[in-house]
């Protein structure tokens, strides 16, 4: 979840006084003022898969599903993400992230924060450090920034091929947001790893298992993913899968990649799309390798189907969010 925040709290505004110091050609813009929208540069994809429940990619309805089943999960993993543009120098952006994750376990049908690891909050600044004067100084942890716990993040280093980002605004900008994903799933998958150690009962994720091996690894974890920006299908395939009912899913395909781990995954509709756009309602689940997909999507489509009551209103994402995602966000907004 990604959070804009309309005005910068007491420790970032401090921080803030500090690099004016350092910096003193900074530009700071007005309270509630943006940079250009962050806007995805990741085309929308679609992908062929290999089927691994039968010869066909084909359409299932859940058995056994009742508005009244029962959920087999012990807890939600969630994150959350605030980025604040605060300033530039001549023009190079200077970005405070907040980024948090942390894991609310059921308890006799409420939810409490899980105690073995504390959900974790991080602060950094995202500068592009090729693109400004020497910080050194600000980088020490005996420094007014260092000891507030706000740490400097270069945006402005090479890629693997060597080369560096333009000094466009838009394109630091990018660079810094991109940073921010990557510590907030970095956060993510730090408890979800936690959790599997431990193996104390299945963990419902707010997102993608495949990142981490020992997490895509293991049977208590359970990826429940929202957006569709790929679409692991194509063809004839597309039209089972947005026809997809309500209790309906389709068969279990695997989900490879080159930088990721290896996963089972299916798309599940929770929703009565009657009336919506055809994305409403519907996820897809990642879970680890198994020799048995039917009855291990089956047995997971209706505890996530449990999941939808009660509503997560007044959320606009209700349609595809668990009531325990939902309350882990508001808790890591209360404590970030």
Request: net charge neutral; aromatic share 8%.
């Amino acid at each position: 979840m990604l959070v804009s925040s309309s005005g910068p709290d007491a420790a970032s505004r401090a921080a803030f006084r500090v690099l004016m110091k350092r910096l003193p050609g900074i530009s700071p813009v007005e309270s509630g003022a943006s940079p250009e929208p962050f806007i995805s540069t990741d085309p929308p994809l679609l992908r062929s898969v290999q089927n691994v429940e039968g010869s066909s990619f084909r359409v299932v309805k859940v058995p056994d599903f009742t508005r009244s089943s029962v959920s087999g999960f012990g807890a939600f993993l969630d994150g959350t993400q605030q980025m604040r543009f605060v300033g530039h120098h001549l023009g190079v952006p200077i970005v405070f992230g907040t980024v948090a994750a942390g894991v609310r376990i059921r308890v006799n049908r409420r939810l409490i924060t899980w105690g073995h690891e504390a959900p974790r909050v991080e602060r950094r600044i995202y500068l592009p450090l090729r693109y400004l004067p020497p910080l050194s100084e600000i980088r020490d942890e005996s420094s007014e920034i260092g000891a507030a716990n706000w740490e400097i993040v270069d945006t402005s280093t090479a890629d693997k091929n060597g080369e560096y980002p333009s000094q466009h605004p838009t394109v630091l900008q990018e660079r810094a947001r991109r940073a921010v994903d990557e510590d907030r799933d970095r956060l993510e998958d730090f408890l979800a790893e936690a959790w599997c150690v431990r193996a104390e009962a299945p963990l419902f994720i707010d997102g993608g298992i495949s990142r981490s091996e020992r997490v895509a690894s293991s049977s208590c974890a359970v990826g429940v993913i929202k957006s569709h920006r790929t679409l692991y299908f194509d063809g004839e395939a597309m039209g089972k899968v947005l026809g997809l009912k309500r209790g309906e899913r389709t068969s279990v395909f695997s989900v490879t990649s080159r930088s990721r781990s290896s996963v089972m995954s299916w798309y599940l509709r929770v929703r009565d799309e009657k009336g919506h756009e055809p994305m409403w309602g519907l996820l897809r689940i990642e879970i680890a390798e198994t020799d048995l997909p039917t009855d291990r999507a089956d047995e997971i489509s209706r505890w996530v189907m449990a999941e939808t009551t009660p509503l997560s209103l007044p959320d606009g994402r209700w349609d595809k969010m668990a009531y325990g995602v939902r309350d882990c966000e508001e808790f890591l907004r209360a404590i970030s």
